[in-house]
């Protein structure tokens, strides 16, 4: 994996080879890991499921202010250009400069359809790059899977690149949405599941296309989620709605 990091040109052909080391390099997997699996026991499950080259749309549930880092370090070796809602600036200063500005995110306005966003994000797909994206829309008020916004299958019906879910699992008990700081306690794990076809997403159109990537997130979820309770003895993650099986509900994965 170290010569891997060191395939700079590869990694990213917008960056300097200086941005590419410091920030997505020492930073993620230096300083951030670190952190992580010191404090909250992290782990990452999937790094061999990130394409070494070409397209890939990354789509990934939502539960904290840390889920850019935690993903992000699973996607360092492709240093990806995410969607980030554009009122992150305003409510938080250090996120949205640390998102916005070494990290180069897409900032995404929830008002109205944002098509400038949705054209740079085609662009980074474009151009064989990777992007990321959290189909909820925002953070999760309870850690369970939130319903969709249909904007997503914009990204996969003309971006036409391999769609990867990912989960991300115990964010939300370390920093639930509201909470000004992160607790000290908790317990975290993050995968990259098996990439999906996007021609056969478009052909089962949006509702269906966007249900079957929530099922695949949920199941994800789920799965960290038992690992969790199961190496902390019942301790982490904290009962709660987390616990029910989005899959399982009579209502759309994907909001009106």
Known sequence: MMFRMLELRRRSSR???IGVLFWWTF??????????????RCRWYGYDRVPRTGPALFVCNHQSHFDPILLGILLSDRCPRALARDTLKTDSKFWGWMVGTPYDSIWLSQKQSDHGAMKAALNELAVGRITMIYPEGHRSKDGALSKFKRGVFLLIKRGKSPVIPAAIEGAYDVWPSGQKRPNLKGRIKVKIGEPLCPDELVEMGAEAALAKIYGCIEELRLELRAMIREETGGRWPLPGPGDIDGRESNDPAVSS
């Open 15 to 17: 960056r300097t080879w």
């Open 27 to 40: 930073i993620p997997l230096g300083i951030c890991r670190s952190v992580l699996w010191l404090a909250y």
